[in-house]
C-alpha cells in the first residue's frame, strides 16, 4: 500500500464518525483508530504473517513539562543523519527555531523534524530507532 492512500484513508477516518477502520489486503493490514473528539492514530501497518503487535499509548504533551517538540507522524526515529555520524542534538545543545532535531522514517521516506522552538535541550525522550506516534512527545526544549 502506498503512503498516499494511507493518508487519504487516515483524512477520510479522521472527517467521519469512525471510531476505528480495519483495512486487509493481500500481505497488508492496516488498522486506523481515534478517540472521540481527537485525530487518527495508525495503531499497526503489517505483512503478512499478520500477528497481534501490542501499541503503547504515548505520552500526551500535557505530561511533559517546557516546549514540547512532537511527532508529526507514525514511524521510525533517528537521532543522527547516519549510522556513524553524532546526533542532530544532545541534551544541553541550544537550538534555533527550524532547525533539524532528528529524522522520522516512515514508508522510506526520511522525514527530518525541526523544532518550533528556540531554547535548549532539556531531554531527548525518546531512543534512537524507536517507533514513535503521530503527537508523541520527542524532545522537551526549555
Keep these: 500500500m502506498k503512503q498516499e492512500h494511507i493518508l487519504e484513508l487516515i483524512k477520510a477516518v479522521s472527517a467521519s464518525n469512525l471510531q476505528t477502520f480495519k483495512y486487509e489486503e493481500s500481505e497488508t493490514k492496516l488498522v486506523l483508530s481515534k478517540q472521540k ?10 505483512a503478512v504473517p499478520v500477528e497481534a503487535v501490542p501499541v503503547v499509548a504515548p505520552e500526551s504533551a500535557a505530561e511533559v513539562s517546557g516546549k514540547v517538540v512532537t511527532s508529526p507522524l507514525v514511524g521510525t526515529f533517528y537521532a543522527a543523519p547516519g549510522e556513524e555520524e553524532p546526533p542532530f542534538v544532545k541534551v544541553g545543545d541550544t537550538v534555533n527555531k527550524g532547525q533539524t532535531l532528528a529524522i522520522v522514517e516512515a514508508m522510506k ?34
Design 37 to 46: 473528539g481527537s485525530q487518527v492514530s495508525v495503531s499497526s501497518v503489517e
Design 109 to 142: 521516506l526520511m522525514n527530518e523534524i525541526e523544532s518550533d522552538y528556540q531554547g535548549v535541550i532539556a531531554e531527548v525522550l525518546v531512543e534512537n530507532g524507536e517507533m514513535v506516534e503521530y503527537g508523541q512527545p520527542l524532545f522537551r526544549i526549555s
